[in-house]
C-alpha cells in the first residue's frame, strides 16, 4: 500500500499504513476521544487505511459526545451482563444528552437494580479495560454471538451480506456488535448517572419481544454531571406536553393517535409561526403551491421513496389499486415542475409548500408534539442550474439565520455525507457531496462532518439550534439532489438549445411546524416574545364603568393587527393580574377611573411588572412598533 499523507494542524506528514491517530501523541489534546479523518470518525486505536485532514474529538464537539456516550451504553451493558449473566443484548445507541441500551431480562427492573448497575459501572471504570475493535468474518460473528447466546446479535448479523467485514468491541470479559467508534479506555467515562427505564419492542415492533431500555447520561466530570442533572430539573418544568394544555394551546386524545388537537390560542400560535415564514419567503421569491396529499404507489416507486418510506407511510387499498399519503412533497414538486416547458431563464425556481404530512410512527415512539403521525413544514423545493447552486443554498444559509436569530436560537451545521444505501451514481454522489462542502467552505462556516447520514438521494447539510437549556434540536435541513430530476426526467432548454438537467435542492427551515412549536414552548416556557404570543395584550377594567373604554382600546389594537383579549369578569383585580401572568401574557392594560379621565392606560409587563401609566395614543404606536415580526 502506498504511504499515507496526513494534513494536521496545517503541517503535512507521510506516514505508513496503520498508522494510528493515537500514534500522533505529541499534537494529540489529553482530553481526546476519537479522530476525524476526512469525513470519517475512528478509534484513537484504529489503523488509518487513508490519508487525509486529520483532527481530534473532545467532548466539547457533538461527534465526540456521540463516542463517549456510545461508549457509556456499552459500559451499562456490561454492568448488566455481570449482574444478570442471563441477559441478552439489543442495541444501544447514543442520544442528543445520553445514551439508553435495549436488553431483554428475565425480570422487571426497580430503582433499587439502576443503583446497583450504577455502582457496577463504577467499577469497570475503575478497572480501566482497554477497549479494542476487532474484525470478524460472518460466519466468525455467528460463531462467537452463538457461543454467548446472544439471539438479538445473531438476528442482526444474518441480516449483514456475505462478503462484509463485521465489527465488534471488546472491553473485558464484555464483547458487543457494534460499528463503533469508542473512547479507548474505561476509565475515560468519570461521572455516570442512570434515569430511568422503561420497555419497548424489539426493533419497535409489536411482534417482537418486550425489552428492558435503560436510559442514563454521562459526562468527563461530576461538575458537568451535576449541571446537567439541575438542567433536567428545568426541563421537566418546561416539558410542553404539561405547559401545552396548562395554556390552552393543544391536547392529544385517544381517538387520533400522534395527531394534535389545537385549541384556538395554540392554532394562532402556528399561524403566527406560518405567516412568520411565508414573508420571509415571499421576499426571497418563493412561490407557494399546493400538492395532493394522497398519490397511487407508482409515484413512490418511481421517486425511489417506496423502498426507503413503506414501512413509514400510511396505504390504502382502493378499486384494486394502492394508494399511499405523502409522506414528503419532493415527488408533487417535481411534477409541478415537469408541467410545462422550462427556459435556463426561468431557473431558479422555488416551490414552497404548508400543506399535511403524514408518517406512520411506532406508537411506543409518539412524544408530544416532538414525535408525531400528522405534521406540517415549512418545505421548499428550489429547481437550479448547476452555477446557481452556490448562490441558492448561501441564500438558504441566509434565511435560516434570519429565523433562528428571531427566536434566540444559536445553531450549528453538520455536513451529512453519502450512505450506503444511496441511489445513483458514484460520480453525481462526489460531485453534489463537492458542491455542497465548497459552499460551506467559501462562507468560512464552522461545520462537523457525519458520515453515511446523507439522504439516499443525496448529501446534506443539517442545521440543529441550540434552546435556552443547551440542547441541541436538528431543525433545518439543505440537500443537494442530482437524483429525482433523473428520476422524473426534468429538463430545462439552455440557452445553446439543449436539454439540461436542473439540479433539485430540498430545504426546511423550522422541520416540522409542530415539532418547532413543541421546542419553541420549551424554549421560552411557555412565555412567548411579544410579537409571537397568541394573547399579546390583556385590556383589564378596575370597574364596569371603565368597560367601554377597554373595549375601545382593545378595538384600536385589533385594528393594528394585535391579539387582544379584555377581561370583563367580576373578579378581584389582583386575581386578573395574577392570571394574566399565569398565562404569560406579555402586556397587561390595566384601566380606571383615572385612566379614563386622563386618557391614559396603567402597564405592566411580564418581565417589569408595574412601568406606570402611559398616554393612550402614543403607548398605541409603541406597542405596534414592539409587537413587529423580526424579520431582518
Known sequence: MEDLTIELH??????????????FQEEMPQDALAAWIDGDVVDLKRPLTHGGQLQWLTFADSSGQKVFRHSSAHLMAQAVKRLWPEAKLGTGPALEDGFYYD????????????SAIEEMMRQIVQENLAIERLELTRDEALALFADRHEDFKLEIVRRIPEGMTISAYQQGEFVDLCSGPHVPRTGVIQAIKLTNVSGAYWRGDEKNPMMTRIYGTSFPSEEELTQHLQRLEEVKLRDHRRLGPQLDLFSFREEAPGFAFWHPKGYQLYRTLEEFSRRLQTERGYEEVSTPWIYRVGLWQRSGHWDHYRDNMFLMEREEEVLGAKPMNCPGHALLFKNQVRSYRDLPIRYAEYGPLSRFERSGTLHGLMRVRGFHQDDAHLFVREDQITQEILGVLDLVDVVFRAFGLPYEVVFSTRPDDYMGSLELWNKAEHDLEAVLRERAIKYQINPGDGAFYGPKLDISAIDSLGRHWQLATIQLDFQLPEKFDLTYADQDGTNKRPVMIHRAIMGSVERFLGILVEHYAGAFPLWLAPVQVMVIPITDQQSAYAQDIATKLRRRGLRVEVDTRN????????????NKVPRMLIVGGRDLENHTVSVRTREEGDIGAKAWPEYLEELVEQAQMPLD
Open 571 to 582: 373578579q378581584k383585580m389582583g386575581y386578573k393580574i395574577r392570571e394574566a401572568q399565569v
Open 103 to 114: 436488553i431483554w431480562l428475565p425480570k422487571p427492573l426497580t430503582e433499587t437494580d439502576l
Open 10 to 23: 496545517g503541517d503535512y506528514v507521510v506516514k505508513s499504513p496503520g498508522v494510528r491517530p493515537i500514534d
